[in-house]
């Protein structure tokens, strides 16, 4: 397997703009979360997906930021509209079974809005 | 509010010397610590994790302790070497189990 997969794995954009962030997780997990990473605020969840369906979004800054998971295969996390604060570098981890079992992330996508 | 709190954010050792990380939680139900190591631009990766039925765990130079009645766990790395240099977190499950809280971070450097 090749682990999870996101994309893309940077991302520059203009303030205002739509961002959509992908991923993949691994064949067979049932948990999928987002993250997001910065120096002043660490690892933060965003939103944690069991069976495809979200079982926690207290984390989502606010309604400029949006979580789909369609099925068990595909994620997305949308920010529409993106700001400079929003910079950080994302990463998406799936587990095979919730929070209780080793959570495997991907490479991440450094997003940075300008 | 349930958190996981981190200390210290930076610890410098010579190679050879022990590392201490230790980790406190305020959530009484949590049953699950891991550990994960991230190394400069890549992504965080479990090292060692413990459940509740257990107070060590220990896997070669890598060991992690529990004390419940205390809620603090913490990770030891004996004999260290350069690759170790990492910033290492330690989690725990938080809201019902409804999400993995991390704590803050520290970062280890392994000097010759």
């Known amino acids: 397997d090749a682990g999870v997969i996101q994309s893309p794995r940077h991302e520059v954009t203009e303030m205002g703009q739509e961002v959509t962030l992908r991923c993949k997780p691994i064949s067979g997990h049932n948990s999928l979360f987002w993250y997001r990473q910065t120096m002043m605020r660490g690892l933060e969840l965003l939103i944690y997906f069991n069976n495809n369906v979200p079982i926690d979004d207290s984390g989502m800054p606010e309604d400029r930021f949006s979580a789909k998971m369609p099925n068990a295969s595909f994620s997305t996390l949308k920010i529409q509209p993106s700001e400079p604060r929003d910079s950080a570098v994302y990463f998406c981890?799936?587990?095979?079974?919730?929070?209780?079992?080793?959570?495997?992330f991907g490479q991440g996508t450094r997003l940075t809005v300008v | 509010g349930e958190n996981v709190e981190q200390h210290p954010s930076t610890l410098s050792v010579q190679e050879g010397d022990s590392a201490v990380i230790k980790c406190t939680y305020s959530d009484s139900a949590s049953n699950y610590f891991p550990w994960y190591k991230q190394e400069l631009g890549k992504r965080p990766q479990l090292i060692i994790d413990i459940r509740s039925n257990v107070g060590e765990k220990k896997d070669q130079r890598i060991a992690v302790t529990l004390n419940k009645t205390a809620k603090h766990f913490s990770l030891h790395i004996t004999e260290t070497q350069p690759e170790d240099s990492a910033v290492y977190f330690c989690a725990s499950p938080t809201g019902t189990a409804s999400k993995l809280t991390f704590g803050t971070g520290t970062r280890l450097q392994v000097t010759l």
């Open positions: 981890a799936s587990s095979i079974n919730g929070v209780r079992t080793e959570a495997f």
